[in-house]
Nanobody
Framework: QVQLVESGGGLVQPGGSLRLSCTAS????????MHWYRQAPGERRELIAN???????NYADSVSGRFTISRDNVKNTMFLQMNNLKPEDTAVYFC?????????WGQGTQVTVSS
């Protein structure tokens, strides 16, 4: 059974940093395109970062230059390093991939940026 589990969310002040983790079981995430999404209250889920099997990455304009997506193949874990956080980054953050034509989602982790 394929499973993704996020962790690392929390409350942080504006300008602060957090690192989110997404640990995979049932797949080798290095073989997949992996995604980070976020969803703020009342908003649509937003794709913010991708990491491809060859290690290439790309980012939404809203997070480019502040967030970094990476993975540790030994730990089978993907990360999202978030720096210079802003109140508008407040959301539930999800990791995602597509396996056997099915979307696989984690349960999400809450990030709140507030003073």
């Amino acid at each position: 059974q394929v499973q993704l589990v996020e962790s690392g969310g929390g409350l942080v002040q504006p300008g602060g940093s957090l690192r989110l983790s997404c640990t995979a079981s049932g797949i080798l995430l290095s073989a997949y395109t992996m995604h980070w999404y976020r969803q703020a209250p009342g908003e649509r889920r937003e794709l913010i970062a991708n990491i491809f099997s060859d290690g290439a990455t790309n980012y939404a304009d809203s997070v480019s230059g502040r967030f970094t997506i990476s993975r540790d193949n030994v730990k089978n874990t993907m990360f999202l390093q978030m720096n210079n956080l802003k109140p508008e980054d407040t959301a539930v953050y999800f990791c995602n991939t597509v396996h056997s034509a099915r979307d696989i989602w984690g349960q999400g982790t809450q990030v709140t940026v507030s003073s």
